[in-house]
């Protein structure tokens, strides 16, 4: 079995940490790198919580990269109030030995990209698409390289979680979003609608805990401190798993359904900023360039989740 080449754009993040478990627990995929961007917590911090989730999960070797630590034009907004002051706030976990890779994460993906043949690297990202854009303005020729981007973000009949109208990825560079959606590379996009779905209810969370490894417990102390923001926002019966599902989409892209839509990015709105307009009942004549997911099997996307922790020490 050839294994599927991907890059983790990430902002750690607990979910983002999951997500991050579940594909180095997962052999149809070679994780190449991580490459970190300022998002949930700032850039010290994400590549910080980066090499923190390689050692937990035994892959102390895997290259990972800090990135751009603020958006193309705006300030940073982060996510202290969901992921608490670390970003990885619930385990008690080990600050990291592994180094940093010194080159920036954006010359890592453009190098990588350039290397490989065309449509053999998939991109998976986690957080603000700051990276990905800024890459793509620094070298234009890795576009038609990418074989494809599977994105956690945006928001439609589900709307915002950070504004009335934006999802937190989205929002926090909406002009790097508005970027990536024109790119014209293959996109599926993960938003709120779907992620919203993938609770961690107790009974999910005591699975996790009742594996007895390191990933596991830490699944299931991560997914405790997480969940605190959706159950009073919400009342949501545990914490959204909103990154993990990017990885279960390559692992089983049948537990999940959406439409081939057109999406917009809105960037000079103030009230809407941020938001992805996606045409669902096609009443435009907007080209579609949007997988945008609307559904999931939640019993099969944890049970695969969980057994795939199983395999981490
Ligand atoms: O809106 C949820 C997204 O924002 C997730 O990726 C979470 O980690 C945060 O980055
Ligand atoms: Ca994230």
């Known amino acids: 079995m050839e294994k599927q080449k991907i890059i983790i754009d990430t902002d750690p993040g607990q979910d983002d940490a999951v997500a991050i478990l579940l594909a180095l627990a997962s052999p149809e995929l070679e994780v190449l790198g991580l490459t970190t961007v300022a998002g949930n917590v700032p850039l010290n911090l994400t590549q910080k919580n980066a090499r923190i989730i390689c050692e937990l999960a035994g892959r102390a070797d895997l290259p990972v990269f800090a990135g751009c630590d603020q958006p ?7 996510a202290e109030h969901v992921h608490g002051r670390t970003g990885l706030d619930g385990p008690s976990l080990p600050d ?13 993906l453009i190098e990588t990209l350039r290397a490989a043949p065309p449509g053999q690297v998939t991109l998976c990202t986690l ?3 700051t990276n990905l854009a800024t890459a793509f303005g620094e070298a234009p020729d890795i576009i038609p390289r990418i074989g494809q981007i599977i ?30 959606v024109r790119s014209g590379v293959p996109l599926t996009f993960m938003p709120l609608d779907v ?33 605190r923001f959706d159950r009073a926002k919400y009342g949501s019966d545990g914490a959204p798993l909103h990154d993990p599902t990017v990885i279960a989409y390559l692992l089983k892209p049948e537990l999940f ?5 057109n999406v917009a990015v809105e960037t ?9 307009v996606a045409d669902w009942w096609g009443v435009t004549n907007r080209a579609p360039n949007v997988t945008f997911m609307g559904d999931l099997d939640a019993d099969g996307f944890f049970a695969l989740l969980t057994e795939r922790l199983a395999r981490l020490p």
Request: proline share 7%; hydrophobic share 45%; net charge negative.
């Open 127 to 129: 957080g603000p698409l």
């Open 96 to 108: 990291p030995t592994m180094p940093l890779d010194p080159r920036h994460a954006v010359a890592f």
């Open 151 to 180: 994105a956690m973000g945006g928001a439609y009949f589900e709307v915002g979680n950070i504004t009335p109208a934006a999802e937190f990825n989205i929002y926090v560079d909406p002009e790097a979003a508005d970027i990536v």
């Open 195 to 227: 992620t919203h779905k993938a609770l961690v209810t107790a009974p999910r969370n005591a699975a996790f805990r009742a594996l007895g490894n390191g990933a596991g417990v830490a699944t299931a102390e991560m997914t405790d401190f997480f969940e």
């Open 72 to 78: 193309l034009r705006r300030n940073l907004v982060t």
């Open 257 to 261: 359904s959406g439409r081939h839509v």
């Open 268 to 276: 000079r709105s103030d009230l809407t900023l941020g938001m992805t």
